[in-house]
């Protein structure tokens, strides 16, 4: 079976999580799986590498799981966006909206330098809220968004045409 195959797999639905009507696309059985999860890393390694990132900025907390994994492939730093109250030190805000709910995301004023060219990853892209978040926040600190990268994307909640004026371009592994 190709690798992307398996993991489309392995991708679990679970109904009304984390309330009535959202379709939970979990990925955890990926991330149990060495082949699924190396697969999927390959995957997202192979559309970075050779692009010029300096830096990969992921979401939490799946976010982190792929980011972390990816900027050490591709041997560069990682910058954490997280929810309110989470980060240590001085942070930047911004709040958004998801498609359960609305909050507010923060990155360390430092997390990011004036003129890096910045990879956002998170696992799921669906309405793009959480992504449009992290994208605002890099570009206070006055770098650059040069992808959005997923490992899925649910297309019919239209995450892309949020994110088009972000940055870009848009990228995902798998679609629904
Ligand atoms: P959004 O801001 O609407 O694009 O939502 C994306 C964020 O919420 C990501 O960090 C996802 O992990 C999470 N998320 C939203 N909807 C789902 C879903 N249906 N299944 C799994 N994760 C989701």
Same mark, same amino acid.
């Given at each position: 079976?190709?690798?992307?195959?398996?993991?489309?797999?392995?991708?679990?639905?679970?109904?009304?999580?984390?309330?009535?009507?959202?379709?939970?696309?979990?990925?955890?059985?990926?991330?149990?799986?060495?082949?699924?999860?190396?697969?999927?890393?390959?995957?997202?390694?192979?559309?970075?590498?050779?692009?010029?990132?300096? =830096? /990969?900025?992921?979401?939490?907390?799946? $976010?982190?799981?792929?980011?972390? !994994?990816?900027? @050490?492939?591709?041997?560069? +730093?990682?910058?954490?966006?997280?929810?309110?109250?989470?980060?240590?030190?001085?942070?930047? =805000? /911004?709040?958004?909206?998801?498609?359960? $709910?609305?909050?507010?995301?923060? !990155?360390?004023? @430092?997390?990011?330098?004036? +003129?890096?060219?910045?990879?956002?990853?998170?696992?799921?892209?669906?309405?793009?809220?959480?992504?449009?978040?992290?994208?605002?926040?890099?570009?206070?600190?006055?770098?650059?968004?040069?992808?959005?990268?997923?490992?899925?994307?649910?297309?019919?909640?239209?995450?892309?045409?949020?994110?088009?004026?972000?940055?870009?371009?848009?990228?995902?592994?798998?679609?629904?």
């Amino acid at each position: 079976m190709a690798s992307l195959d398996l993991v489309r797999q392995l991708i679990r639905d679970v109904p009304d999580f984390p309330q009535p009507g959202i379709l939970f696309k979990d990925i955890t059985p990926v991330l149990a799986d060495a082949k699924a999860f190396q697969a999927v890393l390959d995957a997202m390694e192979e559309r970075l590498r050779g692009r010029g990132f300096d =830096r /990969i900025v992921a979401i939490e907390s799946r $976010g982190f799981v792929f980011g972390a !994994a990816l900027a @050490d492939r591709l041997e560069i +730093g990682f910058s954490p966006v997280r929810k309110l109250g989470k980060l240590p030190y001085k942070t930047h =805000r /911004i709040e958004y909206a998801l498609e359960y $709910g609305k909050g507010v995301l923060e !990155a360390h004023i @430092d997390s990011v330098l004036p +003129g890096e060219k910045v990879a956002i990853v998170d696992d799921l892209l669906a309405t793009g809220g959480t992504a449009w978040g992290a994208a605002q926040l890099v570009q206070k600190q006055e770098a650059q968004v040069g992808a959005f990268l997923f490992v899925v994307e649910l297309a019919f909640l239209k995450g892309r045409e949020r994110l088009s004026q972000s940055g870009g371009p848009v990228e995902a592994l798998i679609s629904y």
